[in-house]
């Protein structure tokens, strides 16, 4: 049965009916995911989630995510005692590499009821976690970044996710409270879709056939713009938030990487497991 | 609240945060893993200058192992004089066992020449 489910790209888990297993969103397109972090398991028998480091004594412990999709927040209060905890690493589920930051005071910090009762990622005005590369050239081809974000500030350049070092993804470029990327071939843009301040959004940001789309929320903007960008495996800063003063602010639990294009029904699935167990309103 | 503090040089402020960082995590108890983690970015500007991002408010555990000796000699080539230096120390072991906010042991001639957030000239990836 859950075979079944799983190819209709229905909603399923424990939080559809409360007894259902909990169904992972990315084994069905494993070989289309290029990254994948994730405060929650996103593959079957994957349960790797961060590093986090308690701000008690700083040491590093890795807590993952449980059966049930969680994160564990058992191991993790256990960790982390009276203090606080700061992701140190990100693990990327799909195995290849670490987005990381050893600097103390740009670690975001783990927040276990992020959004509803769903762990997350709080970002301030320096956070970041990077790597060097993304492992596997997309060269000029499509990719596809999903990315959950409550943001909770709308002040223009917040960068949710830096490809390359030359595709930067805001929730609000311009501080109009319209999503925008800058693309390097294209240059700063805005698309016609509003985010909302303390509300969490599915934020996707895709090139399909050399052109930037964006959707928030599964509603898709009606402007595009060229890109002809070549994202090398490396050679260029990977940063899940942005660095230079343009970091993102306020919560993102989730961050995924295609390399290609979903098709449309991985596409619809994929988006209906992220909306059902983060409770988005999404279209 | 963030202030951007200037350093001399990159290097300077890498070497600045990494001793700051070994108040909480002196380098005899490091693992491999933990040996490049500092406490603070240095940035650079749209012209150049190098600064050190503190996070005023961040507070940290003083290690019972805790030492000075990693920004006594920045301190000193920065101006600082040797009984500041001192003082500082004092300080600091004063502190082992305890938590202090680092950015409150800042040298004052670091502080008053601090920008914040909105004055940073960020360089352009335009």
Known sequence: MPALGLALGLPFGRYGGGSAAYVPPLDAVTSKVLLAMSLRRLFTGNAEGIQVRESGGSTNADIGTLATGDFDATSFTTHIGAGNGFCRTAYDQKGVRYYSNTTAANQPQVTLNAIGTRAGLTWDSTDTLAASSIGTAIGTGDFEIWIVAKPTTLAGYKGMFLLGGIIYFYTSRAGNGKAGAYIQSSGDRDFNLAVSINTAHLMRLYRHSGVIYCDVDGTTAPNSWASTDNILASGGAHQWSCPGGEQFVGVMPEAILINGALTSGERDALKSNIATYYGLNVA | ?126
């Open chain 2, 1 to 126: 609240m963030i202030a951007y503090i200037k350093v001399s040089s990159q290097q300077v402020g890498k070497d600045l945060s990494y001793a700051l960082w070994s108040f909480t995590r002196p380098p005899q108890i490091r693992s491999a893993e933990e040996d490049e983690d500092d406490m603070f970015a240095v940035v650079q500007d749209a012209g150049g200058q190098w600064y050190l991002e503190v996070d005023t408010l961040l507070n940290i555990s003083v290690h019972k192992l805790a030492e000075i000796d990693g920004i006594a000699g920045i301190l000193l080539n920065a101006g600082i004089s040797q009984t500041d230096v001192d003082q500082l120390e004092a300080q600091v072991i004063a502190l082992r066992g305890q938590s202090m906010r680092p950015y409150d042991y800042f040298p004052a001639v670091f502080k008053d020449a601090a920008k914040t957030p909105e004055e940073m000239n960020w360089p352009s990836h335009a």
